[in-house]
């Protein structure tokens, strides 16, 4: 959706059936992500965005950066900005823990299920390898 331009995150993702939607966002600093002035944009997208998958009936909202390595500093103070918002988690996973999870999907495709990836994403986390 939004490819680094305007006020949209990168991608949304809906399970209708489980009630639960991500907000996702892409983040490529080749020293690893910080949180700057991204703080404020983030609250516009879990605003928007959790009011636009809240409206699709989904109650449980994750917001997710992807990226090289977080500091645990920058969740803490990503998921105080967002408290007001309708996200229930913030999850910070590097770009290879993303890869991994999504093998180990296709991997195990006869038994994954989308409610055992939302377990994964409860609370507010660095997923990392």
Do not use: C, W
């Not at 500093?73 to 999850?91: A, V, Y």
């Not at 299920?113 to 986390?125: A, I, Q, S, V």
Request: glycine content about 8%; proline content about 2%; cysteine-free.
């Amino acid at each position: 959706m939004g490819q680094g331009t305007g006020r949209k995150a990168d991608s949304l993702a809906a399970a209708p059936r489980e009630r639960f939607g991500l907000i996702i966002d892409a983040k490529v600093r080749s020293a690893g992500y910080v949180l700057g002035t991204e703080d404020r944009k983030f609250l516009e997208y879990a605003n928007y965005h959790g009011r636009e998958l809240q409206r699709q009936g989904l109650d449980r909202l994750y917001f997710i950066v992807v990226g090289p390595s977080f500091r645990e500093s920058d969740l803490k103070k990503l998921t105080e900005n967002l408290s007001d918002s309708p996200i229930r988690n913030i999850i910070l996973i590097t770009a290879s823990a993303l890869m991994r999870m999504v093998e180990e999907s296709i991997q195990h495709r006869s038994t994954f299920t989308l409610l055992d990836l939302e377990k994964k994403f409860f609370g507010n986390k660095i997923i990392s390898d």
